[in-house]
């Protein structure tokens, strides 16, 4: 199986594709998936065996959303062409039985066109698959978007399944994105993935950070922290203004891509506050989550489903540029009772005080939580029959693969 992971911002997508990647191993026997990213933070995940990947040069998309090189001295263009040359030649190599795509259809900057066609032209039997998460970004944005880059007609013409890891109980992605008959025939929703518990026990994490049994432990995330300086910093302050402020610890992981002049100034913040610990970074997240006792973060779609997952009491504060994603998605969910959400536009100490001061027991509405278990049935499904189509292939004409 091969797998490509659309990674030009944050840690968001290479972590849900490797938590379905780690269920699909475990769970489908004999499998072996070749991982396609170009997130810099690879390496500092655990890696399931089974999984191996293919480290493409690294691409960032700044604030207005535009696509530039991250690290390499050459252009756009250039390094988009290295890319799909890599995606391409993997591909021919390895000769998966299925294809599971992330997010876009055709990849960032149209760089898995080539691949696309290859298979259609010379592997008709790998299955591709693309998978999508709940919300992408507003409808009207959506459309226009998918539109522009003939997503519809790649789905349309390309693709054997849409798997969306959600439900249409927080919003319909189908009937919002104005899915043809055909895309919706295509289409399986799956629900949100439920993560599994983390390494270390809530008693562990809170001796580990050293808290009395009195303190409160607050968890804060602004995931890849590229843009959460601003959550950070207002929490810092909101924190000082809580009566009994000495009852309450928090645990800052600030992120990996925060600027390095945010992060001195947030370190220095930490230093002179006893009942703050900071920390760049953790492939272990799930721990610290399931020992808070409140959550302040922004609604990227992993951090949401970790905090379902362990079933704890949230402060949300969307990001809302430049898509409308997360704040869609905290509209959402606050609206069923799942969530405190505070607009990052009225994001000021006070408000951050009062509403983690407010904050009630979680309204658990029954989400569907099965996205994993739901993936890995309908990829497992289209793996068996790519393997019987090929088995019948081979037996008609018993020659080898085609290459191009």
């Known amino acids: ?165 959600g439900t249409p109980k927080v919003f319909d992605t189908v009937k919002e994105y104005n899915f043809s008959a055909i895309i919706a025939k295509k289409a399986r929703y799956c629900g949100y993935i439920k993560r599994k518990p983390g390494l270390k026990t809530p008693t562990h994490i809170r001796e580990e950070l050293q808290l009395s049994p009195q303190e409160r432990l607050i968890l804060v995330t602004p995931g890849g922290g590229e843009d959460g300086y601003e959550l950070v910093d207002t929490y810092l302050a909101a924190i000082n203004l809580l009566p009994e402020a000495n009852l309450y610890k928090s645990l800052i992981i600030y992120g990996p891509e925060m600027p390095v002049s945010q992060k001195q100034l947030i370190i220095q913040a930490a230093n002179h506050n006893p009942q703050v610990t900071v920390r760049e970074f953790t492939d272990d997240l799930m721990s610290y989550i399931q020992a808070a006792d409140t959550i302040v973060s922004m609604a990227g779609y992993n951090t949401v489903c970790e905090i379902l997952s362990a079933n704890k009491p949230a402060v949300i504060i969307p990001r809302c540029h430049p898509s409308q994603e997360q704040l869609i998605r905290a509209q959402k969910m606050a609206a069923l009772g799942l969530f405190k959400v505070i607009n990052p536009n009225n994001l000021q100490a006070e408000v951050l005080q009062n509403a983690l001061e407010n904050l009630s027991d979680v309204n658990n509405p029954s989400l569907n939580m099965n996205g994993l278990s739901n993936v890995k049935n309908y990829i497992f499904l289209l793996l068996t029959q790519t393997s019987c189509e090929r088995q019948f292939n081979y037996e008609k004409n018993p020659v080898l693969l085609p290459v191009p």
């Not at 991982?35 to 995940?45: A, K, N, R, T």
Request: charged fraction near 20%; aromatic fraction near 10%; hydrophobic fraction near 40%.
């Open 1 to 165: 199986m091969l797998v490509y992971s659309h990674d030009a911002y944050g840690l968001g997508n290479i972590r849900r594709m490797l938590a379905i990647c780690e269920h699909l191993l475990a769970e489908i026997p004999q499998l072996s998936i070749l991982l396609l990213s170009g997130s810099p933070m690879l390496q500092g995940f655990r890696l399931p065996k089974g999984l191996d990947y293919i480290k493409l040069p690294c691409l960032n998309r700044g604030a207005t959303g535009e696509v530039a090189v991250k690290y390499l001295g050459m252009g756009i263009e250039e390094t988009v062409r290295l890319r799909s040359q890599l995606i391409l030649s993997s591909a021919i190599t390895f000769q998966p039985d299925l294809f599971l795509v992330d997010k876009k259809p055709y990849g960032v900057k149209n760089e898995l066109a080539d691949t696309i066609n290859y298979f259609h032209q010379k592997l008709p039997t790998t299955k591709l698959v693309l998978l999508l998460r709940d919300i992408l970004d507003s409808p009207e944005v959506t459309i226009n978007d998918w539109q522009k880059h003939g997503y519809y007609t790649a789905i349309e013409k390309y693709y054997h399944q849409v798997l969306i890891v």
